[in-house]
C-alpha cells in the first residue's frame, strides 16, 4: 500500500504546520528502527541455521545429526533471548524460508515496499506452492501486498496460489484432507478449545447438526399437554435458557463423551453426561481441604490448568483409586507417598513432583514425557527419585546426542550446561494446590515436629 504524493513526514507545507509533526518525526524513527531490527533479526536466525547445518555436514552427516545440531543451536539462542527453543527454531525455519525462497519478498521488505505481516502472509499461503511456480507466485504476491495491508492481502494470495498450483484442487484436497487433526489449547479460568481440522464440508455439516438439535433440546422442555396443547408450566420443569452457542457447544461435549445429548446437565438427567461419561487418563491434584468442602479453592489438572472445586468433587466420587502425597511446606516438593512400590510410585511421584518436562522453558505435561536418568544407567547411574527427570521426546534426545549436559543439585532442582557453557537452573515447578503453614493456627500444622500432617492431600 502506497501513499500519495506529498504526503510524508519530512516535506513542507502541511505536514510542517502540523502540531503533531514533532511527534510524527519520532514515530516515524520508532518505525525505522523497527524494520531494521526486524531485518537483522531475520538475517541473523536464517545464518544460525545455516550455521547449524554447515556443521552437522562437515564429515557429510545427514538425518538425525542435522536436526540434533539445530535443536541445539536453537536452545542456546533460546536462553539468550528467553524464549522457548521450539518458538525459536520455529522462527529459525520461517528465516530461512523467507531468505532462501522468496528472495524477491524477503528485497520487497528490505526496501520497504511492503511490511513484515505482508511477509508472513506470503510464506504462509505460498507453503502450499509447488517450487516450480513459486517464484512466480512471489513476483505477483509482492505487487499484491504493496497495494494493500497484510490483514485484507491473504485472500488474494489464495486465489493467486490456486491459480498458480498445477495440481487440480481435487486433488490437493484429498492430500490435504488426510492431515485432518483434533487439538487442544488449554485457555485460563479452566477452560480449553479444543480445534478440529477437518474438511470444510464435514464442519459446516456438524456446525448445522449441532444447530438442528440445540434446537431440539429446546423443544424438549416444551411438552404436550391433557388437551394435546403445548404447555411448558405444566411439565414442571424450568425451560432451557442456554444460549445456542452453549447448547452446540454441550452438544458436542455429551456426543463425544456419552454418545447421546442430554437435556441440561444443570437440572440433572437419569443418565450421567458430560463428566459422567469421562473416562480419559486425567491427574487432578487437590486437596483435602477443597475435596471435603471446607473451601472452594482450585484443584489442578496437572498438564492442563486449574478445575473449579464443584467439578473435581464431581469427578473424586467416581474414582475408585487415590493416592495420598504429602508435600514439604517449606520446599512445596512431594516427600512421600503412601502406596509405595519400587517403580509405580517413583513415577507417581516424580510425575508429582516435574509435572512438566525439565528442560528450561518447556512446558510439555510430564505424562507425555519419559522418565530420563540424569547420569547414565549405563554409566552407573541409580534408578533413584534424584536421578531422575521427566525429559519430552524432543529434549530427551537433545540430551543424548548434542553437548547438552544435565546435573541434579538436589530437591530435584536441575542445572543444565549449553555447548557454549551457559548456564540455566531449571527448579522444581511450584504445585499450584497444596499445603502451606497456618501461622494464624499453630496446632493446625505440624510441620517440622516429626509428627505426620493433620489431613495430607490426595492425589
Not at 540434533?68 to 520455529?90: F, P
Not at 440445540?214 to 404447555?231: I, L, M
Not at 530427551?396 to 537452573?425: A, C, D
Request: with cysteine; hydrophobic share 40%; proline share 5%.
Amino acid at each position: 500500500m502506497t501513499a500519495n504524493g506529498g504526503s510524508g513526514l519530512g516535506g513542507d507545507g502541511a505536514a510542517d504546520a502540523s502540531p503533531h509533526a514533532e511527534a510524527f518525526s519520532v514515530f516515524a524513527e520508532a518505525l525505522d528502527l523497527v524494520h531494521a531490527g526486524d531485518v537483522a533479526r531475520v538475517r541473523a536466525l536464517a545464518e544460525l541455521g545455516r550455521s547449524a547445518m554447515r556443521e552437522a555436514r562437515r564429515d557429510g552427516v545427514r538425518g538425525m545429526a542435522s536436526d540434533m545440531e539445530l535443536r541445539s543451536v536453537a536452545a542456546e539462542a533460546a536462553g539468550m533471548a528467553r524464549l522457548t527453543d521450539r518458538r525459536l527454531q520455529g522462527e529459525i525455519d520461517h528465516a530461512m524460508t523467507v531468505i532462501d525462497d522468496y528472495p524477491a519478498v524477503f528485497e520487497a521488505w528490505v526496501q520497504r515496499r511492503i511490511e513484515r505481516g505482508h511477509v508472513d502472509v506470503v510464506v504462509r499461503v505460498g507453503a502450499g506452492v509447488p517450487d516450480e511456480v513459486r517464484e512466480s507466485f512471489a513476483e505477483a504476491a509482492v505487487g499484491v501486498c504493496e497495494r494493500d495491508v497484510p490483514s485484507r492481502v491473504r485472500g488474494t494470495l489464495e486465489a493467486l496460489a490456486a491459480k498458480l498450483h498445477p495440481q487440480a484442487f481435487t486433488e490437493r484436497h484429498k492430500t490435504a484432507a488426510a492431515e485432518r487433526c483434533v487439538r487442544v489449547f488449554h485457555g485460563t479460568d479452566g477452560m480449553s478449545n479444543l480445534v478440529a481440522n477437518l474438511p470444510t464440508v464435514i464442519a459446516a455439516g456438524m456446525l448445522d447438526r449441532l444447530t438442528q438439535m440445540g434446537q431440539s433440546v429446546k423443544d424438549a422442555r416444551v411438552t404436550t399437554g391433557p388437551e394435546g396443547g403445548s404447555d411448558a408450566a405444566g411439565s414442571g420443569e424450568p425451560a432451557d435458557t442456554r444460549t445456542m452457542d452453549q447448547l452446540r457447544a454441550d452438544i458436542l461435549g455429551d456426543l463425544v463423551l456419552g454418545g447421546a445429548p442430554v437435556v441440561d446437565p444443570t437440572y440433572g438427567t437419569d443418565r450421567a453426561g458430560g463428566l459422567g461419561a469421562i473416562r480419559a487418563r486425567v491427574q487432578v491434584a487437590v486437596t483435602a481441604e477443597t475435596l471435603i468442602g471446607r473451601d472452594e479453592n482450585p484443584a489442578e489438572a496437572v498438564g492442563a490448568g486449574l478445575v473449579d472445586a464443584d467439578t473435581v468433587r464431581q469427578l473424586a466420587g467416581q474414582v475408585s483409586e487415590w493416592d495420598r502425597l504429602f508435600i514439604d511446606p517449606v520446599t512445596r516438593t512431594p516427600v512421600e507417598i503412601d502406596t509405595y512400590r519400587p517403580t509405580a510410585s517413583m513415577k507417581k511421584l516424580l510425575m508429582a513432583r516435574d509435572q512438566h518436562c525439565r528442560f528450561p522453558g518447556c512446558r510439555r505435561a510430564a505424562i507425555r514425557c519419559e522418565l530420563d536418568h540424569t547420569i547414565d544407567h549405563a554409566l552407573g547411574g541409580h534408578t533413584h527419585i534424584f536421578n531422575l527427570a521427566h525429559l519430552c521426546q524432543r529434549h530427551h534426545s537433545m540430551k543424548q546426542f548434542t553437548k547438552w549436559e544435565v546435573r541434579q543439585l538436589g530437591n530435584g532442582v536441575l542445572e543444565w550446561t549449553s555447548p557454549l557453557g551457559r548456564i540455566y537452573r531449571e527448579d522444581v515447578p511450584i504445585p499450584a494446590v497444596c499445603f502451606t503453614i497456618d501461622t494464624a493456627d499453630p496446632l493446625r500444622s505440624r510441620a517440622g515436629t516429626g509428627e505426620p500432617p493433620g489431613e495430607p492431600p490426595p492425589f
